[in-house]
């Protein structure tokens, strides 16, 4: 079978990636431009309407408003007092009426007998002997 020829060789290859990568780069400088090109306006911009104040004020507060202070919890460890806890009642682990279920266990596995040998395998035959072939025909020049 004979070797198919590109007909689309190395040097139009090299080409055709050097030429796209030229328009690539051109195109984004063209575009690099035109981005910074100041626009001409053909007519006079219409002035932005003024804002409206719709907003209401916020209502002023008066600092002379005595406020209750807001509750929070005080760190442990810089509390200038110790804590006042009421008297927990002990708990005796060795009165209590414990009746513990026994905890399951797996069964013991059973002693299996030892496995029989292996039996043995007689050898694969002999490989047969390759085939002779007659060489071909040689073809003469000829005249």
């Not at 513990?100 to 596995?109: D, E, K, W």
């Given at each position: 079978m004979a070797k198919v020829r590109s007909k689309f060789t190395t040097s139009s290859k090299v080409t055709l990636s050097a030429l796209s990568i030229m328009s690539f780069f051109g195109g984004w400088n063209v575009i690099g431009h035109l981005a910074q090109k100041p626009v001409k306006a053909d007519e006079p911009a219409t002035p932005l309407p003024a804002p409206m104040n719709t907003a209401?004020?916020?209502?002023?507060?008066?600092?002379?408003?005595?406020?209750?202070?807001?509750?929070?919890?005080?760190?442990?460890?810089?509390?200038?007092?110790?804590?006042?806890?009421?008297?927990?009642?002990?708990?005796?682990?060795?009165?209590?009426?414990?009746?513990?279920?026994?905890?399951?266990?797996?069964?013991?596995?059973?002693?299996?007998?030892?496995?029989?040998?292996m039996p043995t395998m007689a050898p694969p035959p002999p490989m047969p002997a390759a085939p002779q072939f007659a060489p071909a025909p040689t073809k003469s020049g000829g005249s």
């Open positions: 209401t004020p916020w209502p002023t507060l008066s600092t002379q408003v005595d406020l209750a202070p807001i509750p929070t919890m005080f760190p442990t460890l810089t509390r200038p007092e110790p804590l006042n806890l009421p008297d927990l009642p002990q708990i005796d682990l060795n009165a209590l009426p414990a009746a513990i279920a026994p905890i399951p266990t797996l069964a013991a596995l059973p002693t299996l007998a030892p496995l029989a040998p």
